[in-house]
């Protein structure tokens, strides 16, 4: 299946449970990602769309939040994260994906890049949210698609787009880095935004870091639906990575999951908070 062909990838199969698009040669019985033990096939058992079969019936919605363009799928399909525009010099970089591409969503996005730029490039957190990152890759006009190269093994198209990158941190624009949050995933990737939208930086951290409910502290799983939590030897080098990142501001997967002001602070609190519970 050729990278750029967004009407093949369109009609590939897409998990229900999880909305991963696999490539049409590889139709499965079970989705890889939901027999995992992160996730799970649905209570229903497999069952298989595609994204232009869930288009059909859904829309992408945009919302300001806090400063940062979201994108997420109405009504909610599958996992139901959202995903992120953010501006850069030249263009801007799309944070998390979606399981599905519209035509009135890239008009919507070429209405935002005020400069002309575009998406200029994708990078997801983990494995649960590649959904359909080629598709969104090739509707964009083949922007590369940045992984953490630990994840390697979950991707199952072949494309010329694919960046797997490595080490702790990732510069990907003067103003952006992607960081290793590894606990969730091995390759589980927050992207640090160095200079927005406000002053002391912004930290999205995909299911690596999880805002709780209160949205005053944040929480650490292995699995989050099947409630496995992150034991203390990942949770200590998760807490390792974190100590060097600047960030006063956090945007997880979810909408209304973020903390706004003193958000660093609220993290530390949170790995003390998270140990004391663990010993009970």
């Known amino acids: 299946m050729k990278a750029n062909n967004r009407l093949a990838f369109s009609r590939a199969p897409s998990c229900v449970t999880c909305g991963t698009q696999y ?27 595609t994204s232009a079969e869930v288009a059909a019936q859904h829309e992408i919605r945009f919302e300001d939040c806090a400063g940062v363009t979201t994108l997420s799928v109405t009504p909610s399909f599958a996992i139901g994260q959202r995903a992120f525009l953010i501006p850069q010099a030249g263009g801007m970089v799309m944070w998390e994906c979606l399981p599905i591409v ?11 890049s005020a400069d002309g730029g575009g998406v200029q490039a994708i990078a997801i957190s983990h494995p649960h949210f590649y959904s359909a990152v080629l598709e969104w890759s090739a509707a964009l ?4 698609i940045y992984l953490n190269e630990a994840d390697e093994d979950w991707v199952r198209f072949d494309s010329p787009f694919l960046r797997f990158w490595d080490g702790d941190r990732f510069t990907l624009t003067d103003a952006i880095d992607l960081v290793h949050l590894p606990g969730h995933f091995d390759g589980s990737s927050g992207l640090l935004w160095k200079t927005g939208p406000r002053p002391g930086g912004s930290l999205f951290t995909g299911d690596a870091l999880m ?33 060097p990142l600047a960030f006063s501001d956090i945007y997880s997967s979810f909408a209304g999951r973020e903390i ?6 609220r993290v530390e609190a949170s790995f003390v908070r998270y140990k004391a519970a663990l010993e009970g």
């Open 211 to 243: 805002v709780a409910m209160d949205r005053r502290f944040v929480s650490f799983m292995w699995s989050y639906p099947n409630m496995v939590p992150l034991g203390p030897k990942a949770l200590a080098r998760l807490e390792r990575m974190v100590a």
């Open 102 to 112: 519209t035509d009135a969503a890239l008009e919507r996005i070429a209405e935002l």
């Open 23 to 49: 490539p049409e040669a590889e139709r499965m019985d079970v989705c890889p990602v939901c027999s995992d033990e992160r996730q799970y096939v649905g209570w229903e058992g497999q069952r298989w769309t």
């Open 260 to 265: 706004i002001g003193d958000a660093k602070a």
């Open 141 to 144: 006009g083949g922007v590369p």
